[in-house]
């Protein structure tokens, strides 16, 4: 039977494969695809009938009701911060059912943040099936596009985190260490389609060395039988790559004797590697020849020749490592599956093979309640309160931004994700999405997110160390470097030095070592993300101070002007990714300083 997908009155509708379990799930997305608003109504319903006596619904004196109109016109749309006191009391112990009547079991630690914080997002058990759902529906969508996936395998680097417990004892981590570490991943079920090269002990060990070198090693002793390479966002592959470039030699030297570096002391993963780990001579010289040459173009596909796509999210902060994915892969197509948030699962893409800058993600209307708030004319959400403008999924508009709200069966009810969408079309009466932003975030290298207010406080922090020179920062600017892996925070400062008063014997010079003490001060003031990110998964290097010389900022205003920004209106751009900018504060730089240690980070929450 034929396999394409079928293309009618401008959306695409799913058809039936040859494959029966795939053609059950392709028919699954139709169903609730066509009846979006329907199958929202009676979610909302079943949200609000099971939660009606939590402590949440009785503040708001919704009285059992579970009709829209009631629903909107009684609760409050809010952000995390709003929630926290009562979140506060879940983490502290109190099991009462204060926004959800089933129990509380984990709490998934968003990458967004609060007060320096990871979010805390109370869950509950049958979230994971939910979860579940969503990802079995994204293999019947990709045998739409790709033949032939369950001929080979997935290489796919998966990492789990560090988790730690809350005052009240219930388990914090990231949403996808819970799923790796829940039995609907540990024992899925063989499923040709789904085969992987790392072995779950690979993917479950915390230590990240341990465990990006027993998933390399394996999918190199695999390497013909790799059909899809992948990680969950770009900024993961692209560490995997730069391992190879770091550890080939001693990954060579274990295949060509068949032995394991002793580096790799976790009895369980030694135990999975040893049992594919043969000696194997030729595999040993062809990696040693590929990767001694020091050109790293295309050594996806020199390594893994028969792959034939990337599985990786380019969309949203993620879209800076396109070009050097192409570079790597050698323009292999990059398939971005799947829109999750560790609050709720939302989507997936119905053409994952579409280009980057195409992609647009179906919100799949069973996962949880879905609202939307226009973008204004400035792209500015209208302020908290004005609650009756919050659109519903079926009736937003193509071609409107919109920010995300979501109500959820483990206990949110109309709860600002932060994310901007753009309306690009309906699958069915279901709208697909474009991932346009997430609100206020200024930089971002992998989980992290520094929005403007925690960066102006690093710099503010920062600057604090070199005021005995009379010295202050007058302007400042950002952007987030990824042309080197990892990849790493680059502050542009300008400074003023007033001579005139200089005072304790000061030069009237900053010694270099106090402005690379600035860089690590900055790191310190920042999140907890970045700081894990830095200290304990290595994903993002060192923050980059450059200093500029004076009058830098001054330039850089002449040249918004000249592009037709208003004087009155003109506000220094806290971070620029225009490269004519960039290359105008490059060519000023006088001095250039990086961070000397590792700013503090502990997994356990400071509060
Ligand atoms: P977290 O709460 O740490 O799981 O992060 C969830 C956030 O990651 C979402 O709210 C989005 O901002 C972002 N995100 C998730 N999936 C995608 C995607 N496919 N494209 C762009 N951004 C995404």
Not at 105 to 123: H, I, N, V
Not at 189 to 195: G, M, Q
Request: hydrophobic fraction near 35%; include cysteine.
């Amino acid at each position: 039977m034929a396999v394409k997908p079928k293309v009618s009155n401008g959306s695409t509708a799913l058809e039936p494969t040859a494959n029966e379990k795939d053609a059950e799930k392709l028919r699954f997305i139709e169903e609730m695809t066509m009846n979006a608003d329907a199958v929202q109504e009676r979610v909302l319903a079943e949200i609000l009938s099971r939660n009606a006596e939590t402590e949440y619904l009785k503040r708001y004196k919704l009285c059992g009701a579970t009709d829209r109109a009631s629903f909107k016109a009684k609760l409050p749309v809010v952000t995390y911060e709003d929630l926290q006191p009562d979140i506060q009391r879940i983490a502290n112990g109190d099991r009462s059912p204060i926004l959800s009547s089933h129990p509380i079991t984990e709490f998934l630690t968003s990458s967004g943040t609060s007060a320096g914080e990871r979010k805390l997002m109370p869950t509950i058990r049958e979230e994971l099936d939910r979860r579940q759902l969503l990802y079995s529906l994204l293999t019947p969508v990709m045998n739409l596009y790709v033949p032939g996936l369950d001929k080979g395998k997935g290489l796919y680097f998966l990492f789990i985190k560090s988790e730690s417990k809350t005052p009240g004892g219930l388990p914090a981590r990231p949403v996808l260490t819970s799923y790796y570490k829940s039995d609907h991943f540990k024992s899925r079920p063989y499923d040709p389609y789904n085969v992987y090269t790392s072995p779950n002990e690979a993917i479950l060990c915390t230590d990240s060395f341990q465990s990006m070198y027993a998933q390399m090693l394996c999918g190199l002793l695999n390497r013909h039988d790799v059909l899809r390479v992948g990680a969950v966002f770009a900024s993961g592959l692209l560490r995997a790559i730069r391992f190879l470039q770091l550890h080939w030699e001693q990954l060579a030297s274990d295949i060509s004797c068949g032995t394991l570096t002793t580096q790799i002391t976790d009895p369980a993963i030694r135990e999975a590697v040893m049992q594919q780990l043969r000696p194997d001579l030729d595999l040993a010289h062809f990696i040693i020849k590929e990767c001694s040459k020091g050109d790293w173009a295309c050594i996806i596909t020199r390594m893994w020749p028969n792959t034939k796509y990337l599985d990786v999210i380019v969309t949203g902060a993620m879209a800076q490592y396109i070009p050097t994915l192409e570079y790597y892969s050698g323009g292999l197509p990059m398939a971005c599956t799947m829109y999750a948030s560790s609050e709720c699962y939302f989507g997936l893409n119905l053409r994952p093979m579409c280009s980057p800058s195409e992609v647009s993600y179906t919100i799949m209307p069973m996962m949880g309640y879905f609202e939307f708030i226009p973008l204004d004319a400035n792209g500015t959400t209208m302020c908290n309160g004005a609650q009756s403008q919050l659109v519903d999924l079926a009736h937003v508009e193509v071609g409107k931004e919109y920010e995300l709200v979501i109500t959820t069966y483990a206990g949110l009810y109309r709860y600002r994700v932060g994310d901007i969408l753009r309306v690009t079309g309906f699958h069915n009466a279901a709208p697909q999405f474009q991932f346009i932003r997430r609100k206020n975030v200024l930089l971002s290298i992998e989980s992290d997110k520094t929005d403007e207010a925690e960066l102006q406080k690093a710099v503010t922090n920062a600057s604090e160390l070199i005021k005995p020179y009379n010295a202050s920062v007058v302007e400042y600017t950002s952007h987030a470097y990824t042309k080197s892996i990892p990849g790493h925070y680059v502050i542009y400062w300008e400074l003023l030095i007033r001579k005139d008063q200089i005072k304790n014997g000061k030069s009237g010079t900053i010694p270099a070592e106090l402005l690379n003490k600035c860089c690590l001060e900055m790191e310190e003031s920042l999140n907890t993300v970045y700081r894990q990110s830095r200290v304990a998964d290595n994903s993002i290097g060192p923050l980059e101070i450059r200093v500029v010389r004076p009058g830098t900022f001054e330039e850089l205003m002449d040249y918004a002007i000249s592009r037709g920004a208003s004087i009155n209106q003109y506000k220094v751009p806290r971070c620029v990714n225009f490269p004519p900018i960039l290359e105008l504060l490059d060519s000023r730089v006088v001095s250039t300083h990086f961070s000397p240690g590792l700013p503090k980070w502990t997994p356990t929450r400071s509060k």
